[in-house]
């Protein structure tokens, strides 16, 4: 099986398809019949993603779920990764925040993925707060 790395061109395709069926995919309900929705919207966004002309390798809705699901991943472990440099000590300049389109998308379609929880016994939970 050959699998190929997905462009960044890609990413924007299935993130803005997904857009459209955000409410139903980030549904957190797992009766039956969510689950056959959820199904159901992510055979569409496989239809609409491979009859999009500049797409060149027909992907699965499994795949494309995957893809999905690492995309959610990956701003996950941004986030966290810029929440802990912003703790550390030591000094010197803060990290930088890459600038990802595709991320930027992520987050406003997966709002709930990437939550924190504030804690009012913890000293930095008034700094990180201001982030």
Known sequence: MDKKAYTEKEKLVLVSL?????????NKKTDG?????KQNAWEN??????AQPDINIHRTSKQ??????????????ETTHLR?????????PPSEKKDDPVLELVTDIAKYSDVTRDC????????????
Not at 45 to 50: F, T
Not at 64 to 77: E, G, T, V
Not at 84 to 92: A, I, P
């Open 33 to 37: 019949t969510s689950i056959q929705e």
């Open 45 to 50: 966004i496989a239809s609409y993603y491979n």
């Open 64 to 77: 494309l779920k995957k893809l999905w699901d690492n995309l959610k991943q990956r701003k996950r472990k």
């Open 18 to 26: 997904v857009k459209e069926y955000g409410a139903c995919i980030e």
């Open 120 to 131: 009012l016994w913890d000293s930095t939970a008034l700094y990180e707060s201001k982030f």
């Open 84 to 92: 802990h440099s912003q703790l550390l000590t030591g000094g010197g």
